[in-house]
């Protein structure tokens, strides 16, 4: 099992930065690959980001567009993502996310463990 706490979401205005992070506690953390989802009102989940076990490879869904930034901390068992230039198309819960294996992956479906998300407000 691995718990995973989402912070750092909140409100900003168009152009914005926030730093999300996620804590993971529970089962070796390095042993998984880590990503991004977020879901706006009204619409499916979707990708943002993720990152293989060993923080070298990072995948990033095109909308981010040089954006946002993942990385992760496995001394501390943490993985975050650094946003810039937010719009308000980024409004969204974004919720962290663990799958046990190395390599990342922009399918939901890979991931096992999930957080309770952290709610991003960007407003024009």
């Known amino acids: 099992q691995v718990q995973l706490v989402e912070s750092g979401g909140g409100s900003v205005q168009t152009g914005g930065s926030l730093r999300l992070s996620c804590a993971a506690s529970g089962r070796a953390f390095s042993n998984y690959a880590m990503g991004w989802f977020r879901q706006a009102p009204g619409k499916e989940r979707e990708f943002v980001a993720a990152i293989s076990r060993s923080g070298d490879i990072a995948n990033y869904n095109d909308f981010v567009q040089g954006r946002f930034t993942i990385s992760r901390d496995n001394a501390n068992n943490m993985v975050y993502l650094q946003m810039t230039r937010l719009e308000p198309e980024d409004t969204a819960v974004y919720y962290c996310?663990?799958?046990?294996?190395?390599?990342?992956?922009?399918?939901?479906?890979?991931?096992?463990?999930w957080g309770q998300g952290t709610p991003v407000t960007v407003s024009s």
């Open positions: 996310a663990a799958r046990p294996d190395a390599s990342p992956s922009s399918y939901d479906g890979h991931y096992h463990y």
